[in-house]
C-alpha cells in the first residue's frame, strides 16, 4: 500500500518524500479518507513565495465528452487576498459548440453547502454571466480567423482540443479578481487569450473548472503573491433614475419610492448606487399641487471614494387625493331600441378630490367589473342600479371603488323613418339610398338603435356598417360588421368578436341587430354589435378605442346589397 500511496503522490506532481509518508500510515480502512485528507494538507509545499496545490482530482470529466453542464468538477482552488492562483491543464472539447470546453467559477464557499454563491461563471469563448457586479463587456479575447473564411470560431474550436492552458486568477487586494487565460494549440502554431475582471470581496474565495461536452488533464496549481498592487480608480460621469413614482398625492412624501439609479463610471462599468449615498439637491413642495421637479445627485468612485458629483433630475405630478367616486352610463334610445349595451368607455366617473373640487376621469384612469358579467339590458327607460363596479387606484396606492348605475332615456336624435337600401338588395355602395340618418352622441353618453336585416347573404359585408365622423361628414372610422373596417380611427382600435365564419354570411338576413355607440369623453369611441340571427343565436362585434374628436361626434348605419328596417 505505501508504494501505491507514493506513486499516486507523485502522479500528482507533488514532491513529497515517502518517509514523510510513512509517518502517515493507514491502519484501516475507515481510517482512509483522513489519512488522505492529511496527505494532501501535506502536498502543499511552499517554497519561498510559491506555495505549490496538490491536484487530487486529475482527470475531470468523461473522456469521451458525455460530461453534461454542471455535473464534473475540478478541485476547489480557494484564492487568499493578495494571491494568485496559476493553473495549467490540457483542454478537450466535443468541437459540437463553442463552449463545449472549459468554464471557469468563482465562488463563496462550495456546492450545496450553505452560504454558496457566485461571484461569476466565463467560457472558454467570451460569454458568462454572474452576480449583480458581472459586467459581459469586460470579456476580452484576441481569437483570430485563422483560415479567412470570415468565422473566428471554426478556429476557435479546432484549436482548442487538446489545447495546454495556463490561467492566472489574480486576488488583487484592491478588491477584484483578474483572469488572464492563455491556450495554446496542441501543435504549438497558436495562442489565444481570453481576460475578464470582477469585483470580490477581501475573503478567499474559490476557484473550479467545469465541464461541458468537455474533459480536461489537469497538471499544476499553484499560489503566488498578487501581481496587482492596485487598481486605477475611476470617477462616475452619469447617474440615471428609473422607477420612482410619476405621480403622488398630498401627504404623501415618499417622491423616491422604490427607483433604482443606476451610475456609469469612467470605463464604462455601471453599478447601481446605494440609496444612503444619493443626495437630493432640490427636494419638491409636495404641500401643493402641480409638476414638481426632484434633483438628485452622487459622488462616489469606483471604489467608493468621494469624488466629482454627476446629477439628474425628474418631475413628478403631486395632485389631491381622491375621496370619492361618482359613476353613470348614460344611454339615450333612439326610436324603439330594443338594448342598452355597455362597454368600459361607457360611464362617466367623476372624481371628488380632498378639497372639494370634482373633476371627470378619463377610461385609461379607472377599472370597469360588471356585476355578474352583465353588460347588455333591455331598453327600458329608467334607472338600473348597481350595473358595474368602477374602480381608481391612487397614487399611493389605494384603491376607491363606486358602485354605477345605468341611465336610460329616450335619445333627443330623430329616429330612422324609412327603410335604408332596397328591398331587391340591388343597393350599391356609398350611395345615398345606402345611408340612414346621421344621429350625434355627446360626450359620455351612448346612443342605441335596433334594425331589423335583409340581406342576400352573398357576402359578409352585406351587413350594416357604421361610420363615426364629424359634423362635417369627415370620417373618423367605418367599421363593419364583420370584424373589419378602416380610417384614420381605426388605427388605434382594439377589436373583439365571437363569430363563426362558416355560418356568419348565410345568418345575416332576418337578423335583428343593435348598435351601441359611445362617446367616451376623451377623443375615443367604442361601438357594440349586439346581434339575434332569425334561429335565436346570439353572437357579438365590438370595437373599442377608436379616434375621434369627443366634442365633435356623429354616426350612421351604411349597407350594401342589403336593407335595414329600424324599430
Same mark, same amino acid.
Given at each position: 500500500m505505501l508504494s501505491v500511496l507514493c506513486s499516486?503522490?507523485?502522479?500528482?506532481?507533488?514532491?513529497?518524500?515517502?518517509?514523510?509518508?510513512?509517518?502517515?500510515?493507514?491502519?484501516?480502512?475507515?481510517d482512509l479518507q483522513s489519512r488522505i485528507d492529511e496527505i494532501a494538507e501535506a502536498n502543499k509545499k511552499d517554497t519561498g513565495d510559491t506555495t505549490y496545490v496538490m491536484i487530487a482530482n486529475a482527470i475531470v470529466g468523461a473522456e469521451d465528452c458525455s460530461s453534461g453542464w454542471w455535473t464534473e468538477f475540478s478541485d476547489y482552488f480557494p484564492v487568499p487576498s493578495n494571491k494568485l492562483l496559476h493553473l495549467e491543464f490540457v483542454n478537450h472539447g466535443s468541437g459540437a459548440n463553442n463552449w463545449n470546453n472549459?468554464?471557469?467559477?468563482?465562488?463563496?464557499?462550495?456546492?450545496?453547502?450553505?452560504?454558496?454563491?457566485?461571484?461569476?461563471?466565463?467560457?472558454?469563448?467570451?460569454?458568462?454571466?454572474?452576480?449583480?457586479?458581472?459586467?459581459?463587456?469586460?470579456?476580452?479575447?484576441?481569437?483570430q480567423d485563422i483560415d479567412g473564411d470570415g468565422d473566428i470560431w471554426n478556429d476557435f474550436r479546432a484549436n482548442m482540443e487538446g489545447a495546454f492552458v495556463e490561467m492566472d486568477i489574480d486576488h488583487s487586494i484592491s478588491g477584484y479578481a483578474f483572469v488572464t487565460a492563455t491556450m495554446t494549440s496542441k501543435d504549438g502554431s497558436v495562442v489565444m487569450t481570453e481576460t475578464y475582471n470582477h469585483p470580490v470581496s477581501s475573503d478567499e474565495f474559490n476557484a473550479f473548472i467545469i465541464c461541458d461536452g468537455s474533459w480536461f488533464e489537469m497538471k499544476n496549481a499553484y499560489l503566488i503573491p498578487s501581481k496587482v498592487a492596485a487598481v486605477a480608480d475611476q470617477q462616475p460621469v452619469s447617474i440615471v433614475a428609473a422607477g420612482y413614482p410619476a405621480a403622488l398625492e398630498i401627504g404623501d412624501e415618499d417622491f423616491w419610492g422604490e427607483a433604482v439609479a443606476t451610475v456609469t463610471f469612467e470605463d464604462g462599468s455601471v453599478a447601481v448606487a446605494e440609496k444612503e449615498d444619493i443626495t437630493f439637491t432640490v427636494v419638491p413642495d409636495l404641500t401643493t399641487t402641480g409638476v414638481k421637479t426632484v434633483v438628485y445627485?452622487?459622488?462616489?468612485?469606483?471604489?467608493?471614494?468621494?469624488?466629482?458629483?454627476?446629477?439628474?433630475?425628474?418631475?413628478?405630478?403631486?395632485?389631491?387625493?381622491?375621496?370619492?367616486?361618482?359613476?353613470? !352610463? /348614460?344611454?339615450?334610445?333612439? +326610436?324603439?331600441?330594443?338594448?342598452?349595451?355597455? #362597454?368600459? $368607455?361607457?360611464?362617466?366617473? =367623476?372624481?371628488?378630490?380632498?378639497?372639494?373640487?370634482?373633476?371627470?376621469?378619463?377610461?385609461s384612469q379607472f377599472s370597469v367589473a360588471f356585476t355578474d358579467g352583465k353588460f347588455v339590458y333591455e331598453a327600458a327607460e329608467g334607472t338600473v342600479?348597481?350595473?358595474?363596479?368602477?374602480?381608481?387606484?391612487?397614487?399611493?396606492?389605494?384603491?376607491?371603488?363606486?358602485?354605477?348605475?345605468?341611465?336610460?332615456?329616450?335619445? !333627443? /336624435?330623430?329616429?330612422?323613418? +324609412?327603410?335604408?337600401?332596397?328591398?331587391?338588395? #340591388?343597393? $350599391?355602395?356609398?350611395?345615398? =339610398?345606402?345611408?340612414?340618418?346621421?344621429?350625434?352622441?355627446?360626450?359620455?353618453?351612448?346612443?342605441?338603435?335596433?334594425?331589423?336585416?335583409?340581406?342576400?347573404?352573398?357576402?359578409?359585408?352585406?351587413?350594416?356598417?357604421?361610420?363615426?365622423?364629424?359634423?362635417?361628414?369627415?370620417?373618423?372610422?367605418?367599421?363593419?360588421?364583420?370584424?373589419?373596417?378602416?380610417?384614420?380611427?381605426?388605427?388605434?382600435?382594439? !377589436? /373583439?368578436?365571437?363569430?363563426?365564419?362558416?355560418?356568419?354570411?348565410?345568418?345575416?338576413?332576418?337578423?335583428?341587430?343593435?348598435?351601441?355607440?359611445?362617446?367616451?369623453?376623451?377623443?375615443?369611441?367604442?361601438?357594440?354589435?349586439?346581434?339575434?340571427?332569425?334561429?335565436?343565436?346570439?353572437?357579438?362585434?365590438?370595437?373599442?378605442?377608436?379616434?375621434?374628436?369627443?366634442?365633435?361626434?356623429?354616426?350612421?348605419?351604411?349597407?350594401?346589397?342589403?336593407?335595414?328596417?329600424?324599430?
Open positions: 499516486a503522490v507523485v502522479a500528482a506532481a507533488m514532491s513529497v518524500s515517502c518517509s514523510e509518508i510513512s509517518m502517515m500510515e493507514i491502519d484501516a480502512p475507515d472549459w468554464n471557469l467559477c468563482l465562488s463563496k464557499g462550495q456546492r450545496d453547502v450553505d452560504g454558496y454563491s457566485e461571484y461569476f461563471v466565463i467560457r472558454s469563448d467570451a460569454y458568462g454571466w454572474g452576480n449583480g457586479d458581472y459586467n459581459g463587456a469586460l470579456i476580452a479575447m484576441d481569437y445627485s452622487y459622488s462616489k468612485t469606483k471604489q467608493g471614494n468621494y469624488g466629482k458629483s454627476v446629477n439628474n433630475f425628474y418631475n413628478i405630478e403631486v395632485t389631491n387625493p381622491v375621496v370619492a367616486l361618482e359613476a353613470v !352610463a /348614460n344611454v339615450n334610445v333612439i +326610436g324603439n331600441a330594443k338594448y342598452a349595451t355597455l #362597454s368600459d $368607455g361607457a360611464f362617466k366617473v =367623476e372624481a371628488t378630490y380632498s378639497d372639494g373640487s370634482k373633476s371627470l376621469l378619463a377610461p342600479e348597481n350595473v358595474a363596479t368602477i374602480t381608481y387606484t391612487t397614487a399611493s396606492g389605494k384603491a376607491i371603488e363606486a358602485a354605477a348605475n345605468l341611465v336610460i332615456a329616450k335619445s !333627443a /336624435n330623430t329616429p330612422q323613418a +324609412g327603410q335604408v337600401g332596397a328591398s331587391d338588395f #340591388s343597393t $350599391g355602395w356609398w350611395v345615398p =339610398e345606402g345611408f340612414s340618418n346621421e344621429w350625434h352622441v355627446a360626450p359620455y353618453t351612448s346612443e342605441t338603435v335596433t334594425m331589423m336585416v335583409g340581406s342576400d347573404n352573398l357576402g359578409n359585408w352585406h351587413s350594416p356598417c357604421t361610420a363615426l365622423r364629424a359634423s362635417d361628414l369627415s370620417e373618423y372610422a367605418v367599421v363593419r360588421e364583420d370584424h373589419y373596417g378602416w380610417g384614420d380611427g381605426y388605427a388605434t382600435v382594439v !377589436a /373583439n368578436s365571437n363569430w363563426n365564419w362558416d355560418t356568419f354570411m348565410s345568418n345575416i338576413n332576418g337578423s335583428e341587430i343593435t348598435i351601441t355607440v359611445t362617446n367616451c369623453g376623451d377623443n375615443t369611441a367604442n361601438i357594440r354589435y349586439h346581434v339575434i340571427y332569425a334561429n335565436g343565436e346570439e353572437h357579438f362585434q365590438y370595437y373599442d378605442n377608436l379616434g375621434v374628436n369627443s366634442s365633435d361626434l356623429n354616426f350612421c348605419n351604411i349597407v350594401e346589397e342589403a336593407y335595414l328596417n329600424y324599430l
